[in-house]
C-alpha cells in the first residue's frame, strides 16, 4: 500500500479488481476478523427482519445475516461483483446493480435495517444517498455502517486538513492485482451532521476490537499492539 495511487489503474474500478478483492478479502484481518464481525455485532439478533445490504460486493455479510435468519436483499454499482455474490448465494437471492448516488429500486419503508460497510466514504457528497436510504428504512429502523475512520487520513496525510471535505487514495494489490481505492475524507462532526440533516439519529459510535483469534492469525500484523483504528462504525435510528 503507497500514499498516493497511481494514474494509469482507473479508481474504484470493482468491475476489473473485483474477483481479486474478492480472494483478498474473504479471510484478511481488516475485513474477516474486523469489519464483518462488528456490523454483525452491531446488528444483533436479526431473525425474520428484512435486511438490504447496501454495497453487498461478493456477499459475505449478505450471507452471514441471511444464515442468522434475516430476510435479506442487496445491490451493488459493480455487475462484477453482483455475479460474484450471486455465485455464493444462489440464483433465488434478491440482488441488484444499483448506484447508492442515485434513485434505488426499493419502495418507501420496505426495509427494518440497512448495512451500509465501507460505501459512503467513496462519495464526496452523502445528502441524496442517506436521503434515499432513509427513505426505505421504516420509522424506527436502523442503517448500521462503517466508513474510514478519520484519523486514517490524517496519519497518512499530516499535511491536509482534517476538517476539510477532501479525496485521497491507496493504491493496493489484491490477490496479485493491482487495484486503486479513491476515498473522500471528512472530520466526524460532518458525519453526524449528515446523518441528522437526513433524518437519523445518532445511537452507537463503535471502534471495535478484532474478533476473537485475530492476533494469533495475523501476528505479524498486530505486533505489539491490542488493538487499531482503522474504520469508524455507527448504529443510526430512523426518526
Known sequence: MTANASDEV???????FGEAYAIE????LI???????AILDLAGDVAGRRILDAGCGAGPLFASLRDRGAQMAGFDFSATMIRLARQRLGDDADLRVADISQPLPYTDGAFDDVIAAL???YLEDWTAPLAELRRIIRPGGRLILAVNHPYVY???HPDG????TEQWSEEYTFNGQKGVLAYWHRPLHAMTDA???AGFRTSVISEPYPAEGAREKFPEEFGDKEAFLCFLFFVLEAA
Open 10 to 16: 482507473l479508481a474504484n474500478d470493482y468491475d476489473s
Open 25 to 28: 478479502t474473504e479471510h484478511s
Open 31 to 37: 475485513n474477516a476478523y474486523y469489519t464483518r464481525p
Open 119 to 121: 460505501v459512503l466514504h
Open 154 to 156: 490524517k496519519a497518512l
Open 161 to 164: 486538513s482534517y476538517f476539510a
Open 195 to 197: 446523518f441528522a440533516k
